[in-house]
């Protein structure tokens, strides 16, 4: 699923994320303003999830055990998102498939803290 650059706005439909067979979630360039859903982790096919440059707020939410196990590429970065990285989320990085974690974990203060490299793979200001 491919919605980049539509400039969309509003809430990000937590409804997406509770497509099984969704293995692709491209929404890089948009203007949605909402935070992460908490059932952001229910798609359990996603390999890809792009929300990169958006106005997303708030904190990332945890992931129950099991949840992206398919993940490979995390892009958050270009948000609003504040806080820590999920520790959940993280531990993608070494008990899953995920390889790419971008978040804005760069700057001083940095918006995100993600350890670099052991959790996020690139960190922007």
Known sequence: MDFSANLFTGSLPSSIFDLQNLRF??????????TLPENWGNAAMLRDIFLDNNSLEGTVPEISPGDFSR??????????ITGSMAASVCELRT???LEDLWTDCAGSPPEIQCPLPSCCTFCFQ
């Open 25 to 34: 979630l491209y929404l890089s360039n948009n203007q949605f303003g909402s």
């Open 71 to 80: 993940l490979t590429e995390l892009l958050l970065n270009g948000n609003q």
């Open 95 to 97: 008990s899953a498939l």
